[in-house]
């Protein structure tokens, strides 16, 4: 495990902090609901395993409001980005219904805070998979369909300077984009060798292969996420879908861009920016 970043609340300090993970959520809550998110008289206030649980608070609010979960978001999937982050493991945020949108949405950069996108295989469970002690085997029995996706992202505060509030505000996730599913069959589950063109307003960005989430491909994702939700009491549940890491680095978003990633073998997804 790398060092403790100097922005965090030290192991000693923390058992010096006694908060409550719902009075943290309402205060985080409320701000939100009037625009301010990631407040700065929170940074390095609590844990990276309290701004989980803050988050999963969160998502209850969510839920109390009408909203529906339609999944997780798996990040810090490159080694290299965790090494920038002194962590030593991904990170996971959820996945809204009312963001879940089709190949070809259009999105005001007006209506977003900073936006980008990141490009991803968007995996979908058919089975339940609860941990602890999932196994790969588990998951290529597990995940049934792949569909080609964008995930749409916020950088709503310094995600680099509190992960802890970072993962609070649930990991930079603002909704996402699905092309077609595709049935995953033993010709296709090789997730690390998929491949993405990047195509921004028709002139190629960049090509990268599924090697780049976790080393080897979306699947590990899904057995990390499931052992991780797992210290949290929670399952992997049969129906809900993964964003399971970028390919690629993050992208800026800004009006005028019409984004198209292209995926062998799984097909196109779009999206634009206006």
């Known amino acids: 495990m790398s060092a403790w970043p100097a922005s965090w609340p030290t192991p000693a300090s923390l058992i010096e902090i006694s908060m409550d993970i719902e009075n943290i ?11 301010r998110h990631m407040p700065a008289e929170w940074s390095g206030k609590f844990s990276l395993r309290q701004g ?71 995996l979908t469970l058919g089975k339940t998979l609860r941990g602890p002690g999932v196994t790969l085997d588990d998951v290529m029995a597990a995940v049934s369909h792949a569909a080609p996706a964008l995930e749409i992202v916020e950088v709503r505060g310094p995600f680099a300077g509190n992960l802890p509030l970072a993962m609070a505000d649930n990991a930079q996730q603002k909704a996402y984009v699905c092309g077609q599913a595709v049935a995953l069959t033993p010709a296709n589950l090789r997730l690390a060798e998929a491949a993405v063109q990047v195509i ?17 491909g979306g699947l590990l994702s899904v057995q990390w996420l499931a052992n991780k939700l797992a210290e949290f009491d929670l399952p992997l549940e ?12 993050q992208y800026r978003a800004e009006a005028g861009m019409k984004v198209v990633s292209r995926y062998t073998p799984f097909g196109d997804v779009s999206a634009e920016f206006i």
């Open 25 to 35: 959520a309402d205060e985080l809550w409320s701000a939100a609901r009037q625009g």
């Open 52 to 122: 989980y649980e803050v988050q999963l608070a969160m998502l209850r609010r969510q839920r109390l409001a009408g909203e529906r979960q339609s999944g997780w978001k798996v990040g810090l999937t490159a080694e290299a980005m965790r090494v920038q982050q002194q962590v030593h493991e991904p990170c996971f945020g959820y996945l809204l219904h009312s963001g879940e949108h089709a190949s070809g949405q259009q999105y005001r950069c007006a209506d977003l805070l900073q936006p980008g996108f990141e490009n991803e295989l968007c």
């Open 200 to 216: 921004v307003n028709g002139e190629v960005q960049e090509q990268a292969t599924g090697a780049a989430v976790m080393g080897a």
């Open 238 to 249: 049969a129906g809900m879908r993964v964003m399971s890491g970028s390919f690629t680095r």
